[in-house]
């Protein structure tokens, strides 16, 4: 069983700064990729950033300059480090990753609980 558990996240003002961090825990072997996905209300989840086991970089042309995703491999965790924030980017975050619980195991996604991000003012 693997279980990720997010922390971080809340209400913010238009311009400020946010950071969240998942951990992932339990049976397993390897994570691959490691990332954020968001929901808005009324639309579909969109992936944010990702980052793979070694460190390459993906991000959404909406977040890209502003968000940055980093990873600790030795503490199975990711981070999502957001700046500039605009209203646009109200949504639930979730986290995910790719694991492989067992050597040679084929990797599945897991998924944090999610975590709400409100910018207002």
């Known amino acids: 069983q693997v279980q990720l558990v997010e922390s971080g996240g809340g209400l913010v003002q238009p311009g400020g700064s946010l950071r969240f961090s998942c951990k992932a825990s339990?049976?397993?072997?390897?994570?691959?990729?490691m990332g954020w996905y968001r929901q808005a209300p009324g639309k579909q989840r969109e992936l944010v950033a990702r980052?793979?086991?070694?460190?390459?970089?993906y991000y959404s042309d909406s977040v890209k300059g502003r968000f940055t995703i980093s990873r600790d491999n030795a503490e199975n965790t990711v981070s999502l480090q957001m700046s500039s924030l605009k209203p646009e980017d109200t949504a639930v975050y979730y986290c995910?990753?790719?694991?492989?619980?067992?050597?040679?195991?084929?990797?599945?996604?897991?998924w944090g609980q999610g975590t709400q991000v409100t910018v207002s003012s």
């Open positions: 980052i793979t086991s070694g460190g390459s970089t």
């Open positions: 339990g049976s397993i072997f390897t994570i691959y990729a």
């Open positions: 995910y990753a790719d694991i492989a619980s067992i050597r040679g195991g084929v990797p599945v996604d897991y």
